[in-house]
């Protein structure tokens, strides 16, 4: 059974940064792709920033320039190196993993941002 372990989540002051990390354990493939979403208070689940086959990266604008997505496939992880850490980037973030009809969700990291 391949499940999603998130880390990394915490508090920091505007202006900081934090690094979050996804590993999808027993999985005995590389998966397809992998990514982020968050969700803030009530707000719907966004999605954030993405990395398929091929190294194929896209971010949404509203994170664009300040998140990193990075993947180290051979071992079915995923990072979002976070920085210049906004107030407005607050909710809880999920890592996400697709590959062909499957999906599987994380069971999310807070990320609170406040001076």
């Known amino acids: 059974q391949v499940q999603l372990v998130e880390s990394g989540g915490g508090s920091v002051q505007p202006g900081g940064s934090l690094r979050l990390s996804c590993v999808a354990s027993?999985?005995?493939?590389?998966?397809?792709?992998m990514g982020w979403y968050r969700q803030a208070p009530g707000k719907e689940r966004e999605w954030i920033a993405g990395?398929?086959?091929?190294?194929?990266?896209k971010y949404a604008d509203s994170v664009k320039g300040r998140f990193t997505i990075s993947r180290d496939s051979t071992q079915n992880t995923v990072y979002l190196q976070m920085n210049a850490l906004k107030p407005e980037d607050t909710a809880l973030y999920y890592c996400?993993?697709?590959?062909?009809?499957?999906?599987?969700w994380g069971q999310g990291t807070p990320v609170t941002v406040s001076s």
């Open positions: 996400n993993a697709r590959h062909g009809t499957a999906e599987l």
């Open positions: 027993g999985a005995r493939f590389t998966i397809n792709a």
């Open positions: 990395v398929a086959a091929g190294k194929i990266i």
